[in-house]
């Protein structure tokens, strides 16, 4: 006869119905330890067991040490559980500084169709990138004279996360093509969202980083999808200097120069313009 290993009940006690009951209230499905002692106004040892025991059935999931996020019950025996990662990566924080960037900010602008595996976001200290139940959350520093062009946007009904507005999500995707899926993918999104994005605002965007390649970047996507903006190509070019820079830092030095834009296209028109279109 086969053995039928039972698994802890998802049945909750007084004070685990009353915790849950007003996290749910509050709009609160990540949580801390120390919301468990607000909550129920208990000592950090007693908060700290008693978040042991959801844990161990299932009617929270531990995304850290001290964070948790509460369970769906239709998900039934689960007890690897996430979440909606953007609100997770808002957490991970911890009330510091931050916005979704790159191909997360991508992602939430609906400038991608590529599904999304790691979660970036932008910061003003160094953090290690962290693994959560499968999911990498991946942190990029950032100089405070640097973090600007931000936004909120809602992920859930009761939870707001701070986004780079599309311009700056489009700038940082030419910093760091690669953290976007290389400069092909931020052609793509540049095309997707080319009538919602302000050609004045980027340049400003750009002319206020101060980065060489991500003024000869965007120069070239205002060329390449026929953006009429011919103050916001006059500005970038008075700021090019003699040198030539890669389209894709990622891929190797080879292509023909672009004068125009002191530029080598290792990646050609022709092929952003065909991505563009798949």
């Known amino acids: 006869m086969r053995t039928v290993t039972s698994r802890p009940l998802k049945t909750l006690g007084p ?16 949580f801390t330890l120390r919301d468990v002692e607000t909550v129920l106004k208990l000592n950090p040892a007693l908060a700290r067991s008693l978040a042991a025991q959801l844990v161990g059935r299932g009617i929270v999931s531990r995304l850290k040490p001290g964070l948790f996020v509460l369970v769906p019950f239709e998900l039934g025996h689960e007890r690897q ?28 602008h609906q ?43 809602w992920v859930e009904k009761d939870e707001q996360v701070t986004v780079s507005d599309p311009e700056r999500t489009i700038i940082d995707g030419l910093h760091r ?18 009538r919602a994005l302000d050609p004045d605002r980027l340049a400003a965007y750009a002319l206020r980083l101060g980065i060489g390649a991500v003024i000869r970047r965007l120069g070239f996507l205002l060329d390449l999808w026929n953006v009429d ?6 500005q970038l070019q008075d700021r090019l200097t003699a040198a030539y820079m890669r389209l894709d830092p990622g891929l190797p030095a080879e292509g023909r120069f672009l004068r125009r834009w002191r530029l080598r296209l290792n990646v050609t028109p022709e092929e952003l313009q065909a991505a563009a279109w798949t």
């Open 111 to 153: 400038m991608t169709t590529q599904p999304q595996l790691v979660v970036y976001l932008t910061t003003l200290r160094p953090r290690r990138r962290r693994m959560v139940h499968g999911t990498e959350f991946r942190f990029v520093s950032c100089r405070p004279s640097h973090f600007f062009g931000t936004t909120t946007h």
């Open 177 to 194: 093509p690669d953290y976007c899926g290389g400069i092909v993918e931020v052609a793509k999104g540049f095309r997707m969202r080319q």
């Open 15 to 30: 004070k685990a119905a009353h915790l849950v009951a007003e996290l749910h209230e509050r709009g609160r499905q990540v």
């Open 229 to 234: 903006a011919p103050k916001a190509q006059t």
């Open 81 to 108: 559980y996430l979440g909606n990662p953007y609100v997770v990566a808002r957490a991970l924080v911890g009330g510091e500084k931050y916005y979704l960037s790159h191909a997360s900010a991508m992602d939430v």
